[in-house]
């Protein structure tokens, strides 16, 4: 009879065998906590599956017959995870010490009305932070002021930083509007209850909307720096600058990668704060994300 673990870590997994070794390696030396592994794969086409055939049995995988959905594929691997306690975890991304994981799991459920826990992020390239740890909600304001660069001319003034929250700086725990898929830590029950991730968003903006559906619901979600893990961002979609040298997507991949981007934001705006907002605001908004797909993919 199986034990039960005390947490499923939940690897959606595309194309990401050159990365997957550390990042099953960090999982495989945590202690002091009992784990399962589950690999989602969105039919990768390098050597993933057979990497994980050989080298690491103990992972439980679940193939997918499609290349697409992150929020779909980190769904499928529910059914099979048997901890009352899951961890989405990327597959570029790594534990640096072998009490990271305990240490999460403990503060998870030593701090009242916790919704969802992340860790401090840090980029493998440049060791500076990865800001999508670490952001508030993209309400009309803050997206105007990141996307039109209010927030670089005026970085220490926190009415201009409420995208990415910088102002509160990143050593100390704080509460924020939104944490990553990359590594988000959480309660089965809490999930059920909010219904798990929106398969509407084909990539991108679906931890956006993971985060807000608990922040309604009345839960914190915690950035938690005590715990601080590696990630190489955008190994597998092209989407980061700082992994150009080592992502393994194709230009045609990212590009296709680009527009479910900007398709994710008019999703979350129309789903969460349409209803929130006059027509003529909601109509800029919707113009503005037109005219950010024409620059970013028919004309890139």
Known sequence: MQTKPQVSIIILNYNAAPFLPKTLDSIKMQKGITTETILVDNKSTDNSLELIQNN????????RNTSTGFAAGNNAGLPI??????????????????????????????????????????LVVNGQIDETCHRGFPTPWNSFC??????????????????T??????????????IGGMFMLLSRQLGDK???????????????????RVYERGYKNLYWPSVVVEHYKGATTGMSKTS????????????????????????FYRKHYAQK??????????LGIKLMYLKRVVLS
Not at 97 to 107: G, M, Q, S, W
Not at 165 to 178: C, F, K, N, S
Not at 277 to 286: D, K
């Open 56 to 63: 690491y049995p103990w992972v439980k995988v679940v193939k």
């Open 81 to 122: 995870a048997l901890a009352d306690t899951i961890l989405f975890f990327n597959p570029d991304i790594a534990f640096k010490k072998p009490t990271d994981l305990k240490k999460c799991f403990d503060k998870y459920y030593a701090t009242p009305g916790l919704g969802l826990l992340t860790a401090r992020v840090n």
């Open 146 to 163: 990141h996307f039109f660069g209010l927030e670089k001319l005026f970085p220490n003034c926190p009415l201009t930083t409420g995208y």
């Open 165 to 178: 929250l910088r102002t509160l700086g990143y050593d100390t725990e704080h509460e924020v509007g939104a």
């Open 194 to 212: 909010i219904g798990w991730w929106d398969e509407e968003y084909p990539l991108y903006g679906e931890d956006l909307d993971f985060s807000y």
């Open 244 to 267: 150009k040298k080592v992502t393994s997507a194709s230009s045609s991949t990212t590009k296709r990668v680009k527009g479910w981007s900007i398709q994710a934001m008019e999703i």
């Open 277 to 286: 907002y006059p027509f003529f605001l909601n109509w800029l908004v919707y």
